[in-house]
């Protein structure tokens, strides 16, 4: 039947109309910016820099690696790589970016960045009101601005924060068992030298004592 998917539009339409005198369920507007919904955990806005510790530079988890900056369909991701290295969450000596811009003004909120990110750096934030009244400068927001903590990545995010979290453990886990395995075999091969230096020694002397009596002897 021509138009019945606009009847039944409007008919949807007009219950909830009717419903919202009679029931808070069928209330699809707050009288924003009062009253406020709650962000779901899936929503994403702009992107932000996830850090570990008290101190966001020090912690940021972005080495530097700059594939976010490279895969970014808009090109709103600037990026400086440091000349020095700092230690990453398992104590490997990685480089951290100096500068790490993204303008929001021309980010196009697609998650690309996070999908390509592999060090679980950087993350899509439910914030949304980011109006100013500097269009240019003030959009663009500096690797301080976009620096928020793992907690706060945990309370936007917890499903996605808790999986994680529980990643990195286990990848940290491994890096400290190998490392314990390897300083093991270390130790294990110096007790070896050290032994077998001291049976060739010991050997040596035998011979020698050995050289000496048969000199007296004779």
């Known amino acids: 039947m021509l ?8 008919a949807e339409t007009a219950k909830n109309f009717a419903g919202s005198f009679v029931s808070e369920e069928r209330l699809t507007t707050v009288e924003y910016p009062e009253q ?4 779901i955990e899936n929503t994403r806005d702009f992107p932000f820099l996830v850090y570990d510790g008290d101190d966001a530079m020090a912690g940021l988890r972005c080495v ?51 999908e390509v990110c ?28 976009l620096a928020k903590s793992n907690e706060y990545y945990h309370q936007i995010h917890p499903t996605e924060a808790a999986e994680v979290d529980a990643r990195l453990a286990e990848e940290k886990a491994k890096v400290e068992a190998k490392a ?5 075999a270390a130790a294990a091969k110096a007790a070896a030298d050290a032994a077998a230096k001291g049976t060739a020694d010991a050997t040596a002397k035998a011979a020698e004592s050995a050289a000496k009596s048969a000199e007296g002897q004779a």
């Open 3 to 10: 138009g019945e998917g606009i009847l039944k539009g409007l």
């Open 64 to 114: 530097s690696c700059q594939i976010c900056e490279k895969e970014c369909p808009p090109k709103c991701i600037y990026i400086t790589k440091s000349a020095d290295k700092k230690p990453d969450y398992v104590g490997k000596a990685q480089f951290y970016p100096t500068r790490f811009d993204i303008d929001v003004s021309v980010c196009m909120s697609c998650q690309i960045c996070v």
């Open 118 to 145: 592999p060090f679980e750096a950087i993350k899509m934030d439910t914030e949304f009101e980011l109006s100013t009244e500097d269009r240019f400068g003030g959009l663009i927001l500096d690797r301080h601005k």
């Open 180 to 184: 314990k395995a390897a300083a093991e």
């Open 36 to 39: 406020r919904l709650p962000q």
